[in-house]
């Protein structure tokens, strides 16, 4: 019999104490002492001393400790939040804000020695039929012209007969769009770039999940845009967090996962996609829907960027859902947005790239796509249920067709030391540190089902997490101590 996990509530973890934090100021000839004071943040964070998460002592304090004026130290944290390094918090205070290091980097691996079982990345299943699949469309490509496909560098958001497949395609999951609004990407990852990148300017503040997918914490960075995670439940976002958020004032956009959320694998019901729609729409808040895993889920629900026809953006891929290395994605924009979003594209990338937007349009066409995602969850629902059966006591989060797990961590291991353990065993495994938006997470570890991978081996490798978790850590271990 299976054990069945319960859904994980996500909740706000209470105010912490202001870190004891002191800093050496040494103002060079010319600076202002407010620039001073953000280089030191800046510095303190890189180095270590301010920890993500860490709650920063208040404007008032800082400024008394230091000899400054409040308002010195109100602009220091206003550009180190503007430059990544800072979250302000309405009633709760100014936080190290996560980002995405060289340690996350790490944690997930771009390489797969033979000697490790990975369980590190998110990825779609990989079978023997999506071999043969490609096999059979190389094949079928090489013998007949390309030129309709190889040849053109216009139109910049895609060729006509493939943004006519991606319509077919989107109508699948419950977006219907014009072509003119379609806009062909390489993958959801640049999808959210290009969203993101038409309306979001920097010192925005952007909203997510409080934990989320690692490349828009990613984004924030690079774009400069303030990002602040909210609070969430087993459907994602709270709504009264979201209209606290909106109502305190300078929310621009909100980015979520919706469906199989990562790393949580929440999905979002209908009646919460329409009340989360709502607030945004009163606000006026753009909302950039990542439906990614949104082909994987049979379960009829709506779109919310649908329901927003002049704030939504819309994006998906075949990444997950179909085939890994098929980068294909399809960005839907509101109608005022078309133009913009593709003078985007065209300096960021000129266009998506055509010969893999050919191999989606063929398989839309031919029934592949489908037939491949059939397997996806069917395969899916099998890896899901050897989890439950080796490692149903330890998730807290997950969902029958998800590609992942997220495990609560016995109370005593802490994250760092479960990672190492499992290192040392050959098991690559992600902590929670790449996917923070905002406090109240509640910690955790995501575990990867898909990938090439057989059910011996998955097993092997999910044996070896139960053992981990269920003994305790080494004394000699600092670091992993509870």
Not at 26 to 51: M, N, P, S, Y
Not at 110 to 125: A, F
């Amino acid at each position: 019999m299976r054990r069945q996990a319960n859904p994980v509530t996500l909740t706000p973890v209470p105010a912490t104490r202001p870190v004891a934090w002191r800093p050496n100021l040494a103002k060079q000839k010319g600076e202002t002492k407010h620039a001073a004071l953000t280089e030191r943040i800046i510095a303190d964070i890189d180095a270590g001393l301010l920890k993500p998460l860490d709650r920063m002592p208040t404007h008032r304090d800082l400024a008394r400790e230091l000899g400054l004026s409040v308002q010195t130290v109100s602009l220091s944290y206003k550009e180190a939040e503007r430059l990544g390094y800072l979250s302000g918090e309405i009633g709760r205070g100014t936080f190290v804000k996560a980002r995405v290091t060289d340690r996350a980097g790490r944690m997930m691996l771009d390489h797969s020695p033979n000697e490790v079982l990975d369980l590190s990345i998110v990825r779609g299943v990989y079978l023997d039929a999506h071999e043969a699949a490609s096999r059979e469309i190389f094949r079928d490509m090489s013998e007949g012209s390309v030129a309709d496909f190889m040849r053109p560098c216009r139109p910049i958001a895609g060729l006509d007969r493939h943004r006519e497949a991606a319509r077919i395609w989107l109508r699948t999951l419950g977006v219907s769009a014009g072509a003119e609004r379609i806009l062909m990407t390489n993958g959801a990852a640049h999808g959210i770039f290009l969203a993101l990148s038409c309306i979001i300017r920097s010192g925005d503040v952007v909203l997510s999940e409080n934990l989320t997918d690692h490349g828009t914490i990613g984004l924030s960075n690079i774009l400069g845009f303030s990002l602040k995670g909210l609070p969430t439940d087993s459907e994602g976002i709270l709504p009264d967090a979201l209209e606290a958020a909106c109502a305190s004032g300078g929310v621009r956009a909100l980015v979520l996962i919706p469906t199989l959320n990562n790393p949580t694998g929440h999905v979002m019901g209908a009646g919460r996609r329409r009340e989360i729609a709502a607030i945004a729409e009163r606000h006026g808040v753009f909302v950039i829907e990542d439906e990614v895993y949104r082909p994987l889920i049979e379960e009829d629900l709506p779109s919310i960027a649908e329901m927003l026809p002049d704030l939504g953006f819309f994006v998906t891929s075949f990444t997950k859902a179909v085939l890994t290395g098929l980068r294909v994605g399809y960005l839907v924009v509101p109608p005022a947005y078309s133009i913009r979003a593709a003078s985007i594209l065209r300096v960021s990338s000129w266009s998506g790239t055509y010969l893999t937007g050919e191999i989606a349009t063929r398989w839309i066409e031919n029934g592949t796509a489908q037939r491949l995602l059939e397997l996806q969850r069917n395969e899916a629902r099998t890896r899901q249920g050897i989890a439950t059966d080796i490692i149903g006591d330890h998730i807290s989060s997950s969902h029958p067709l998800s590609l992942c797990a997220w495990l609560k961590v016995p109370k005593y291991w802490t994250e760092d030391g479960l990672v190492r353990s499992l290192a040392i065993q050959n098991v690559a495994v992600t902590p929670s540190d790449p996917f923070i938006a905002g406090p109240g997470h509640g910690g955790g570890i995501r575990i990867c089902l898909g990938g090439r991978m057989s059910h011996t081996t998955l097993t092997k490798a999910l044996m070896t997490v139960r053992q981990a978790f269920e003994q305790l850590p080494p004394v000699y271990d600092i670091g992993s101590m509870g």
